[in-house]
């Protein structure tokens, strides 16, 4: 009954004990260092321009998902800038020129 001594720490849970520890304080150091900033703004206040453009001049690569959205995105306004051209031309009158066909 009641055991008033300790028994001594198992060696591998030491180690583990401190590998954690140093990885904490890895964390804490780099957290210490990190800015955070808030963009506050209307749409297309060039929120995420800024965030792209810091992410280019630190050298932080975009992932493939990224890529591949920004990708999409261009797609999409080329497609919806020519419809935006050819209902005008209907608007306007103006035919295109033979040597444009």
């Known amino acids: 009954m009641g055991s008033c001594m300790s028994t001594p720490a198992d060696p591998q849970m030491a180690a583990q004990n401190k590998e954690v520890e140093r990885q904490l304080k ?3 150091d780099k957290l210490s260092k990190q800015v955070k900033v808030l ?3 209307s ?3 060039g929120k995420s321009t800024i965030l792209k453009q810091m992410r280019l001049i630190h050298k932080l690569p975009f992932t493939a998902q990224e890529i591949e959205g920004y990708r999409q995105l261009v797609f999409s306004n080329v497609i919806l800038g020519l419809k935006a051209l050819i209902d005008a031309m209907d608007e306007f009158d103006i035919e ?3 040597e444009n066909k």
Do not use: P
């Open 43 to 45: 749409g297309d206040s």
């Open 39 to 41: 963009l506050l703004g």
């Open 96 to 98: 295109v020129s033979d």
């Open 26 to 28: 890895e964390t804490k």
